[in-house]
């Protein structure tokens, strides 16, 4: 049978750890925080492009950004798409991804990209135990769904 944390998903109460001395919450990984990091991984390469306009020309600087717009489209920075995998074995990529589900209760809002990386040269062991805890819980694995699928009554 499962938790009531699982039952409740996305809706389940925040983890809660102290690192030094301040509570920051982490909730889990709900479909909006995935969008969320997609967009962030676009606008990424979008502003690599645009980061190099003057250098591109006209037509370059175009045809860059038809190439991310199709990109986009085909899925290449979806949620575990090539550019989410890459991004996963990043500082940046990862800490942004925490940024998203992390909040420093004493300061009251959510956590940046940089609190994580400066929390993670202290607290790196802690961080990564969150960090697995927060993405077993927010996608449960196949073999669990079928082990509670068969533990279901047959009929109600």
């Keep these: 049978m499962a938790t009531v944390s699982e039952a409740l998903g ?25 969008s969320e990091f997609e967009r962030f991984l676009a606008g990424a390469a979008m502003k690599a492009i645009a980061d190099y306009r003057e250098i591109l020309g006209a037509d370059g600087y175009r045809l860059s950004l038809d190439g991310i717009r199709r990109d986009i489209a085909s899925g290449v920075y979806s949620w575990n798409g090539p550019v989410f995998v890459d991004a996963m074995g990043t500082v940046a990529g990862v800490s942004k991804l925490l940024s998203s589900v992390s909040y420093d209760v004493e300061a009251k809002r959510p956590c940046t990209p940089d609190e994580i990386v400066e929390l993670t040269t202290e607290y790196d062991v802690e961080l990564k135990t ?4 927060i993405v077993e819980e927010s996608f449960p694995t196949v073999q669990k769904k079928r082990m509670e699928a068969n533990q279901a009554p047959e009929s109600l």
């Design 10 to 34: 996305a809706h389940a109460a925040p983890h809660e750890i102290t690192l030094g001395g301040k509570v920051y919450r982490f909730s889990l990984i709900t479909q909006k925080v995935k």
């Design 130 to 133: 969150i960090y697995q805890t």
